[in-house]
């Protein structure tokens, strides 16, 4: 008898650590946020597209996926001059940059884009929006 209620009160122990751990580890793997509209200073706006492009890598399995597909279409209006070979040394081996300069109260439509071929995340300049900001 003394032995079933031990395993009982184990049980009640166990399950909750066990379910706490799951949790966490889910958590901890939780893919980085994409945000659909960006805006403001220059490293504000370099680092939510790095989220972007690290949310596309690992939404295609790290570069093993076959297909390639656009991730993110993402609205950049910055409030300072981005230049392209800053964008460049930002994102280094993260993403190929296919971008020009990034001009103050424009908005700049940018697509996110993974290439299986390449084994590759992309920012591509999809279009100048026409309205100034």
Known sequence: MEVGKMLTYMMFVLVPIVAIIIYIMISWNALPECKAEI???????????????????????FGQDIFSDDCFLVTVS????????????FFGSVAKVYLDSLEPNNAYLIKVRYNSTGKEISLIQFEKTAQQI
């Open 39 to 61: 805006s403001g200073t220059k490293f504000v706006i370099l680092g939510s597209l790095k989220s972007c492009a690290d949310a596309c890598w690992s939404k295609h399995n």
């Open 78 to 89: 910055p409030n300072i001059t981005i230049t392209r070979s800053e964008m460049d040394s």
